[in-house]
């Protein structure tokens, strides 16, 4: 069965009183992450179940985080620029 871009959600589920979240994924790229974090730490990162089209798994819910958005000055951007010129012509 084949899902449209806007069908492969993924949805992480968790309350304030368990301390595990559950994160369900149809999105083939989130499913390789995830299957890779379960065979290198399978005491953390757990498959809780499976489908056809997609998989649900279990992590510790400190593992789930939100970020500020990167400010950088118009300083920083050049430099960053000139960095990644500089590291591609060493190439």
């Not at 069908?7 to 595990?20: D, H, M, V």
């Not at 056809?52 to 985080?65: A, G, H, L």
């Not at 970020?67 to 951007?77: A, L, T, Y």
């Amino acid at each position: 069965m084949q899902l449209s871009a806007y069908e492969k959600e993924t949805i992480i589920l968790f309350n304030a009183e368990e301390k595990t979240a559950e994160i369900y994924t149809a999105d083939s790229t989130q499913i390789r992450k995830l299957d890779s974090l379960c065979a290198e730490f399978p005491d953390t990162y757990k498959l809780k179940k499976q489908d056809e089209i997609s998989k649900t798994y279990t992590v510790p819910k400190d593992y789930i985080t939100f970020r500020k958005p990167r400010v950088i000055s118009e300083r920083q951007r050049e430099r960053l620029i000139e960095n990644l010129k500089k590291a591609r012509s060493e190439r």
